[in-house]
């Protein structure tokens, strides 16, 4: 199986920066793609970026020109770059490994992202 571990949330002013990590660790080679969720209290979880193993990347609308989702295979690690920051990208960020066996995609503990205004 995976483990995901991110790091990198905090507070930031509006339209500050920050990089989010998640390190990946066990099994690896399954992983198909891995992106970046949030959700913030009362809303449902979304998807904000994800890269796949052969390196194509897809974001959703309200952070493209802003985030930049990378990875260094070195490390076994994705980042997520997020950029001109606004209150409403506050949220409890996700990391998510998939694989081929659904039942087997990973997820982070989440990390806390907090703008203010």
């Known amino acids: 199986q995976v483990q995901l571990v991110e790091s990198g949330g905090g507070l930031v002013q509006a339209g500050g920066s920050l990089r989010l990590s998640c390190a990946a660790s066990?099994?690896?080679?399954?992983?198909?793609?891995m992106g970046w969720y949030r959700q913030a209290p009362g809303k449902q979880r979304d998807l904000v970026a994800a890269i796949t193993s052969g390196g194509s990347t897809n974001y959703a609308d309200s952070v493209k020109g802003r985030f930049t989702i990378s990875r260094d295979n070195t490390k076994n690690t994705v980042y997520l770059q997020m950029n001109s920051l606004k209150p409403e990208d506050a949220a409890v960020y996700y990391c998510?490994?998939?694989?081929?066996?659904?039942?087997?995609?990973?997820w982070g503990q989440g990390t806390l992202v907090t703008v203010s205004s």
């Open positions: 066990g099994s690896i080679f399954s992983i198909t793609a």
């Open positions: 998510n490994a998939e694989t081929p066996s659904p039942e087997l995609d990973a």
